[in-house]
């Protein structure tokens, strides 16, 4: 079943905040055309291993980026018979190469050795590049007729599930979805430098024949 609540936020950073809630997620205050969006990124699994697996490609190229180029700003639905052409995919879609996937913890002491630091270290990058814009590729939650509860815009709105969609455990059937995928993508401007962010739980299966049920 396709779910049409999926697509791309095409947006620019605003601000990001530390690690809050019970379920620890890495949030972005982001903007397009004036509405304002919050980023919500899984930083730990609620299934054992509870690491995330990641991938940062720090030189990201693929066709996908012109058609990423050319979308509006703001949240772009993908659906239908589209979803091939811009929906990723992380075990179809030949974006990156699978065993590049890490584990690393939400928090760690040290510097640079958890995946709080790593989205952090990125974002801010863009943040201090204005010209920079971000794309988020996950399920849209809003708008809902409240206050957001971390950065207090409103109607509260936002981008989750941004990692693979797919291959989930029975507990998390429901959600899985073909050409569904989350992810980040920052185009940095005038150099035309792309970043790439790739997120999964070491739980789902990337094994094709497991995802028979997709």
């Not at 760690?108 to 590049?129: Q, S, V, W, Y």
Request: one cysteine or more; a negative charge.
């Amino acid at each position: 079943m396709d779910d049409y609540n999926y697509g791309v936020l095409k947006c620019r950073i605003v601000e990001t905040t530390k690690i809050k809630g019970q379920t620890p997620h890495f949030h972005i205050h982001t903007i397009a055309d004036g509405v304002h969006f919050r980023i919500s990124i899984n930083i730990k699994s609620q299934l054992s291993p509870f690491d995330v697996l990641y991938y940062i490609d720090y030189n990201f190229e693929n066709i996908l980026t012109i058609k990423l180029s050319q979308l509006p700003f703001g949240f772009n639905p993908i659906g239908g018979n589209i979803k091939t052409e811009l929906g990723l995919d992380y075990i179809r879609g030949n974006l990156f190469d699978l065993k590049k996937l890490q584990p690393l913890p939400d928090e760690f002491p040290g510097p640079d050795n958890d995946l709080n630091e790593k989205i952090r270290e990125i974002t801010h990058k863009a943040l201090e590049n204005q010209e920079s814009i971000l794309y988020v590729f996950g399920k849209r939650w809003g708008p809902e007729g409240k206050k957001d509860e971390y950065f207090h815009f409103a109607p509260s709105d936002g981008i989750h599930d941004i990692h693979m969609n797919q291959g989930n455990s029975e507990f998390y059937m429901k959600n899985n979805h073909r050409w569904q995928d989350g992810g980040l993508f920052i185009h940095y401007l005038p150099e035309n430098h792309w970043n790439a962010l790739f997120f999964a739980f070491q739980s789902q299966s990337f094994q094709l024949e497991n995802n028979h049920k997709i």
